[in-house]
């Protein structure tokens, strides 16, 4: 993944659910286009992010194919990536650098 100065983008898996939490933090004075992209380059999802805001999304992963995909944030001089892996209708945590979010209440 790549981060600019611009704004940064994570993905994390919720509990032991379906659902995935994706952290958009826009720090740009422009609004951002936030995608998500399976490996053939087929959008699922977009959705416009407002210049300087940080918004929290729950996606639910349940509907998508194992596989492959991409979680583009873009704008004109902004391109952050963070890529990640649909397994058994879950967000793959094997890699290291994502946690489990929960809630703490």
Not at 7 to 17: A, E, M
């Amino acid at each position: 993944s790549s981060v600019f100065a611009s704004g940064n983008l994570t993905i994390n898996k919720y509990r032991n659910t379906d659902y995935s939490i994706v952290s958009v933090f826009n720090t740009s004075n422009s609004n951002l286009k936030l995608k998500v992209y399976d490996y053939t380059g087929h959008v699922f999802y977009s959705e416009t992010i407002k210049a300087e805001t940080n918004t929290q999304k729950l996606f639910d992963l349940s509907n998508l194919s194992d596989g492959d995909y991409s979680l583009v944030l873009v704008g004109d001089n902004t391109r952050i990536e963070e890529s990640f892996i649909v397994k058994s209708k879950k967000l793959d945590v094997s890699n290291e650098t994502m946690q489990i979010a929960e809630n703490k209440n």
